[in-house]
């Protein structure tokens, strides 16, 4: 990844072309509040995919992005599903398309409108489904991700329509998926239903980061991501601590040696077998990391290399679940058992199904004491890298500059969006754009998730400008 010229005069000028940059940004400012009240009432709406929640909200909030769609002039408004492995029915999406004019590209819009449960709702200064303005952000659960991404690309598109009016010969399909949240579990099924209604030159993907506030960027590479649980056993049942304590160690303390061996004494992964790399160009300082991460003061950063390699093109494990008694409920017994859940992200260029299996040799090959070690993989999916010599990515990133007034970056992105793996593999041609609306300060998935309004207007600009660019140039 490296810095960007987007946003030089001559990036601008080769770009820019017979385009009316003011007349979009008026457009898009001049319709701002009416997005922004849009926003508030989709928040207002706790649209969760997962199983165990009830499924009405997520369809009243597929309703409300189509008639959204509706109203920003599309005819051709669907809301499609397909079912899940045991049949019960997947997560409403929503799905519009607007015809490509001859010689014109079609580009396709993604977001998605399901949220993240709230947890804890002590931890919330508001109400998560109330969105709140305060101090330039607006927060709820969903006003960051993705929901704002929604309203940008409708928001960008409407402008262009009003600046451009018959003009517009680009094709342009809204594609709002509803159960992203939960995993995408008919992701690949719709896409091979509807590979047609879908198909597209390009692929804008709303729902990453910019760089900081005030810096936008292109997401550039995705890491891939494995996850799976790891059972130690002991004992074939429980007994008393004090009678037999001494000669066995109990599953929770054999596990958490297992555990310890999967980084090694930096706290870089210690899995043979992964790939690796510290190429990054532009980075984060590590006071910076600490205030965005809310490291606690004291605490030493993990691994080697520089702070954005270690967030982008190397492998990062977690043990995101443990099971074992909660301490308000312990009895004085030797556990027999103890599991862990753990979720490893994956440098691009790694392959998942390598990634897991070497995963699972190390646990197997480090069992402490001669403990019995029960692997079971999870999910995975790939990483990502975009071709940043397209023509698609350097419009982005020109259009970024544009909007925001300062030079756009490429950058990485910790985390991981494996459905990205299925719309390459089923459209090998398309150039793919991963933007954002977030900040390192929106917590997405946290409590008091929030949006920068400036930013959002801005990326709204920034996807007007593109898709006015894409517009003029014509066939990619």
Known sequence: MTSSTAGNPQTALDHAGTIDAEALRQAVTESFDKTISQ???????????????????????????????????????????????????????????RPAAEGKPTVLLYAHHDVQPTGDLALWDTDPFTAVERDGRLFGRGAADDKAGILAHIAAYSAVTRVLGEELGLGVTFFFEGEEEAGSPTFRSFLETHRELLRADVIVVADSSNWKVGIPALTTSLRGLVDGTIEVRVLDHAVHSGMFGGPVL????????????????????????????????????????????????????????????????KPALSIIGFDAPAVDVASNTLLPRARAKFSLRLAPGQDPAEAMEAVRKHVESNAPFGAQVVFTPGESGNSFLTDTGSKAASVAMWALGEAWGVPAVEMGIGGSIPFIADLTELYPDVQILVTGVEDPDSRAHSANESLHLG??????????????????????
């Open 39 to 97: 926003l508030t009432d989709l928040v207002a709406i706790p649209g969760i995919a997962w199983p165990s929640f009830d499924p009405a909200p997520l369809d009243r909030s597929a309703d409300a992005v189509a008639g959204l769609v509706r109203a920003s002039g599309f005819d051709d408004v669907r809301i499609l599903r397909c079912d899940k492995e045991d049949g019960t029915p997947g997560g409403p999406a929503v799905v519009a398309r």
């Open 250 to 313: 109990d599953a929770p303390t054999l596990l958490a040696r297992l555990i310890a061996t999967l980084h090694d004494d930096e706290g870089s992964v210690a899995i043979e077998g992964l790939v690796s790399r510290d190429d990054v160009l532009v980075d984060l300082t590590e006071e910076e990391y600490r205030v965005d991460a809310s490291v606690l003061d004291g605490v030493k950063l993990a691994g080697t290399g520089t702070i954005a390699s270690r967030m982008w093109t």
């Open 455 to 476: 930013d959002f207007r801005n990326a709204i600009v920034a996807e007007a400008l593109l898709l006015a660019r894409l517009n003029e140039e014509g066939a990619l």
